[in-house]
Each structure stands twice: as C-alpha cells, then as structure tokens.
C-alpha cells in the first residue's frame, strides 16, 4: 500500500518497523536496509519511507532525469523485498524547510508512529540535512523508537549505490547493473503513437518515452517485455533520438516485441535491459536500417536463448 502523508494514516499502518532513504533502484543494499529493519522487530508491520519527489528533483528541477524507478516501480519493488507500507511522503518546499527535530517529532514519531527505525550510515534529513545518524539515534532513543544503522553492502571493495548502477547503464553494461539492482533494470511507460515507420519496415515496435527516467547509452538491447495481463515476452528494443531519420527532441524506447501481435496503444509495459548489442548508428538510408535491424534482432534473440 502506499500512503502519501503521515497525518491520520490508516491504523493499520502505525507503529511499524520503517526502512529509511531515497531507495531509488531497490538495490541490493536497499533491500538489506529493510531486512534488518524486519529482523530487528520482527513483530512489526514493516514499512519504507521515501520521498517523492527525489529531493534532487526538487531542489534541481533542471537536471536531466536520473530515476532508476518512478514510484509505481519503487513500491512493487518494496512490497516484493517484503514491504507492507510505503511511505511516500511528498518532497515540497514546506517538506524541505522542516528541521530534522520536526521530522523525528512530527512524521516518524507522532504522525507514522513508528516503533523502529533502520537506515545506512550516510542518512541526513531535515532542513539542509540537518540530521545525521548520530542525531537520529539519539532523538529516536528518547522517544522510545529503535534504530538499526546498516553497513553499505560491498560488491568488490565499493558499496553498492544508485550512483554506481546510474553509471553502468549510462555506460552500457545493464547486465552488471541487473547483479547490484538484484533484477534486470525495468522503464515503465505507457504505448504511444509513433510514425508507424517500424511496421513498413517489417519490424513492428512499442515505443515509449523516457520521462524522468535515467537515459540509459544510446543503442540497442536484448530486452524481456512485461506486458498487459502478466504475460511475458522478448524482444529487442532501441534507445536513442532516430538520428538516421532526423533526430527526435525527447529520447524514447522503442521496443519490437517478438513473435507479438496485438495493439498495445495508450497501455503500460514494463521493457527490461538485459544486454547491451550495438551503438546507436546513423544509416544511409531505410534500406540499411532495415538491415541493420534484422541483425539486432538476431543478435538478440541469442543473447537471450
């Protein structure tokens, strides 16, 4: 369930044990975050608070997009890791000037009630991340909350992190990305219209925008589809603006969906990076695209078996 407030939250939801940060991916470390706030209090319901949006959305609106999961994506993410609630709580100006005290006081203890607490030991909140770790623990403490502070979780020598999965997708290897994220890296969207020119070609796609997604490298993937109903598919999908027809202003996901037939228009897919193939190119012309695009799909039928 995701519950976007902390004032007179459904009584079931009180006094749970709450996982705390950004969570953006539900990595592998996120997940050991929520584990240890289950195995600390056990008898608790247990709960994720978030923030929505991503306060770097907020104070940086002209960034370009970075999520690795938009909420829908994060909270099946969470209640899969064993979440029961999630807290999204709406990451606004009045939200950001809230001092760390306020939030401890008013959202976790009066407003979700909570009962236990866990989190990484790079945590900060409050105004201008007023809040540490050791603040926490102490204020916690004398409201009578518990709080478990969990070790980064090593791959190698170096913690597992959104920044390190951001920047093995912008690079091109999802496949690495898929080992720290504990699943293959999932864009969200809804099928739009496009020119219909993949369908001339013999090659029929799904195309749907970014948005504020990550723009993971440019190319071309081996992909499985989630589609409508909970059927599963693959495919092989482009990542990129069409430079060989003009360019497009927004980069979009176009998505030929093996041995597919049906109209997907205006319903949400679920498209999932398993190998990077190729570069995005420019081409002489729609002959060689069309080429082009008969080997991707060879290549991707074997990298998925």
Not at 147 to 157: A, C, I, R
């Amino acid at each position: 369930m995701i519950i976007q407030t902390w004032h007179h939250i459904p009584k079931e939801a009180r006094g749970a044990a709450i996982a705390l940060g950004n969570l953006d991916g539900v990595h592998l470390g996120h997940r050991a975050v929520l584990h240890a706030a289950h195995a600390a209090r056990p008898d608790l319901p247990l709960a994720a608070l978030t923030f929505e949006p991503h306060p770097r959305e907020h104070f940086r609106p002209d960034d370009p997009p970075f999520r690795l999961t938009l909420l829908p994506a994060k909270a099946a993410a969470l209640k899969d890791a064993g979440a029961t609630f999630v807290f999204a709580l709406p990451f606004d100006d009045a939200f950001a000037a809230m001092t760390a005290e306020d939030f401890v006081e008013h959202v976790l203890h009066r407003g979700l009630g909570a009962r236990h607490l866990a989190c990484g030991p790079d945590f900060a909140f409050g105004h201008r991340r007023g809040g540490d770790v050791a603040f926490l623990q102490r204020e916690a403490e004398r409201r009578g909350m518990g709080l478990t502070v969990v070790p980064p979780l090593l791959d190698g020598s170096e913690p597992i992190s959104s920044t390190r999965i951001r920047r093995l997708l912008q690079d091109g290897y999802p496949d690495r990305a898929a080992e720290k994220l504990g699943r293959p890296w999932e864009i969200r969207g809804t099928v739009v219209h496009g020119d219909k020119l993949g369908r001339v070609l013999g090659w029929p796609t799904a195309n749907i925008w970014l948005g504020r997604h990550l723009e993971p490298a440019r190319g071309v993937y081996a992909v499985t589809v989630g589609l409508p109903g909970g059927r599963e598919a693959k495919g092989v999908a482009n990542v990129g603006r069409r430079p060989t027809l003009g360019g497009d202003p927004e980069t979009r996901l176009e998505t030929h969906i093996f041995d597919f037939e049906g109209d997907l228009y205006g319903q949400e897919i679920g498209v999932r990076l398993i190998r990077f193939l190729r570069p995005d190119a420019k081409f002489a012309g729609l002959d060689e695209l069309k080429e082009a695009i008969a080997r991707d799909v060879e290549d991707a039928r074997a990298a998925l078996g």
